[in-house]
Nanobody, 120 residues
Framework: QVQLVESGGGLVQPGGSLRLSCAAS????????MGWYRQAPGRQRELVAS???????NYADSVAGRFTISRDNAKDTVYLQMNSLKPEDTAVYFC??????????????WGQGTQVTVSS
């Protein structure tokens, strides 16, 4: 059974940082593409960042230069380092995995999400 478990969300002030983690089980992590999406109230889910099995990365324009996605295949975990956070980054953040390791928009499996709130 595939499980993706996110952690690291919370409340942070504008300009602050958070690091999200997504621990995967039930998959051969190293061959999967991984990604982070977010969904704000009343808006569609959107890709934030993705990383292929070969560690090529892809970012939404709105987060490029502020967020960094990385993976640790030894720990079956993908991370999202978020710096210079803005109120518009407030959303539920979801981890996703795809069996096609080169996918820029991974979406075979999803985590339950973790809330990120950026507010003073």
């Amino acid at each position: 059974q595939v499980q993706l478990v996110e952690s690291g969300g919370g409340l942070v002030q504008p300009g602050g940082s958070l690091r999200l983690s997504c621990a995967a089980s039930g998959i051969i992590f190293g061959i999967y593409a991984m990604g982070w999406y977010r969904q704000a109230p009343g808006r569609q889910r959107e890709l934030v960042a993705s990383i292929t099995s070969g560690s090529s990365t892809n970012y939404a324009d709105s987060v490029a230069g502020r967020f960094t996605i990385s993976r640790d295949n030894a720990k079956d975990t993908v991370y999202l380092q978020m710096n210079s956070l803005k109120p518009e980054d407030t959303a539920v953040y979801f981890c996703a995995a795809d069996r096609y390791g080169s996918k820029r928009y991974p979406r075979d499996y999803w985590g339950q999400g973790t809330q990120v709130t950026v507010s003073s």
